[in-house]
């Protein structure tokens, strides 16, 4: 079996793949990319958050994103019944970016690959990792080729970008249980024909309430090309309900909304539905000796506010930080300044994520008046800002649970 060296292996191509390599190329780092299938290909989690942009453009992808034309997004709208309530990203309370995009994951995964092989990065396409060794000196992983070719990889550092792969906390036996319950996802993407002059606002996701279960949510994100990805989020028992394909279940379960109903009256279902269950997850520890778990690798939420991609961009900038440092010289505390500084993000978008699965914060953001200095924190929360302290809601998560109270005393 034949072996090679590089600095820097990252398994995995997508968002968090992708910019980490950026970062590292910009530091000079030799990097190999492992990634197991061919892009373009299809993945979810379209609704990007301003927040991430920030991590585009320092990684040099920004003109590139910008260049490929996916639908401007500059906010939120949120329905349940005859409630309807929008936020503007660019009213906020961090500071920063207040726009972004929407984007087919095929096209913008595929961009992001490309200007990180620009950079200099190889990238392997259709090269799975199937074993790993990290009790060494250095990792050491083998990966198997298209053709059936194996070889051995040792790295100085190892980047687990593989998103639902889990390609390290699966093969080194790092999974914990996540203690969000079992929700699942239905989805589809729709030419959706809803006319440009009507009321629908294609610079902002659409997040709407089922009329009758407060836990059960769509999704409607508008595309740059007439098209829009659309599911709905339910706990697995809920969702097994309903008979038929995929496809059946979710025209079903978008039937049982009015609003939703009307505005997709016209839509065109051309590609058949898909279904993922149990997919939030959650690691003991995001990093080990001589590597990192990035994105989705080490712990996913929810889908209800959109937060995968921005945690993924975080964590690559992140970990590309201490890179940055350890090749200087300069002492490294992983835990100090990876493992802490990203949980304390995914732990403000975990209170809100909570908040939405309770019934709180529906509460909160259909609230008859409210506050605009409350409105702005939340924006920015909702933009992807989690990491921001000056931000009450992000220092201190628990002060949700407070202004829930207070909402509903209204």
């Known amino acids: 079996m034949r072996s090679e060296n590089t600095e820097i292996l990252i398994v995995g191509a997508g968002p968090a793949g992708s910019v980490a390599a950026g970062f590292l190329r910009q530091q000079g780092r030799k990097v190999l990319m492992i990634e197991r299938e061919q892009f373009p290909r299809f993945s979810i989690g379209e609704s990007l958050l301003p927040q991430s942009m920030e991590y585009i453009e320092a990684a040099g992808m920004l003109r590139d994103v910008v260049e490929a034309g996916f639908q401007y997004k500059n906010g939120a709208a949120f329905a349940c019944g005859d409630k309807r309530t929008e936020f503007d990203f660019r ?37 799975e990792v199937y074993s790993v060794d990290v009790a060494g000196d250095k990792p050491s992983v ?5 053709e059936g070719e194996e070889y051995r990889v ?24 996540s203690n969000f319950p079992a929700r699942g996802a239905i989805f589809t993407h729709v030419q959706d024909g809803m006319p440009l002059d009507g009321d629908f606002d294609r610079n902002k996701i659409l997040v709407t309430v089922h009329p009758e279960h407060s836990d059960v949510w769509y999704w409607t994100i508008p595309f740059s090309n007439g098209r829009c990805s659309l599911g709905v989020v339910a ?15 979710l025209r079903a379960l978008v039937g049982e909304d009015p609003g939703l109903s009307k505005l997709l009256a016209n ?31 080490g712990e ?26 350890r090749y200087a010289g300069e002492s490294v505390d992983w835990q100090a300044d990876y493992g802490h500084p990203l949980r ?46 000056k931000n009450p809601y992000v220092a201190d998560p628990k002060r949700l649970g407070a202004l829930v109270e207070i909402c509903s005393q209204a």
Do not use: M
């Not at 595929?110 to 200099?120: I, P, S």
């Not at 040792?154 to 249980?177: C, N, Q, V």
């Open 154 to 177: 040792e790295a100085e550092f190892l980047l687990d970008a593989s998103g639902f792969g889990r390609i390290l906390p699966r093969l080194l036996k790092l999974e914990k249980p």
């Open 267 to 297: 839509a065109t279902w051309d590609t058949p539905a898909r279904q993922i269950v149990g997919y939030a997850a959650n690691v003991e520890s995001l990093w080990g000796k001589n590597y990192a778990l990035l994105g989705n690798a």
């Open 300 to 325: 996913f939420l929810d889908p209800v506010f959109s937060s995968g991609v921005t945690i993924a961009f975080k964590s690559a900038s992140l970990a590309s930080e201490c890179l940055r440092r």
């Open 344 to 389: 304390q993000g995914v732990d403000a978008f975990r209170a809100f994520v909570e908040a939405w699965y309770a019934g709180g914060f529906q509460r909160i953001i259909f609230h008859p008046s409210p506050s605009k200095e409350v409105r702005e924190l939340i924006s920015a929360i909702l933009a992807g800002y989690a990491w921001d302290r």
């Open 142 to 146: 083998l990966v198997r080729g298209p």
């Open 91 to 127: 009213e906020k309370f961090s500071k920063g970016w207040g726009t972004t995009y929407q984007v087919q994951r095929a096209t913008f995964d595929k961009v992001l690959a490309d200007a990180a092989e620009r950079a200099g990065a190889e990238l392997r396409y259709r090269h």
């Open 235 to 249: 706990h697995v028992d809920f969702l097994a309900q309903y008979p038929g394909t995929e496809t059946e279940r």
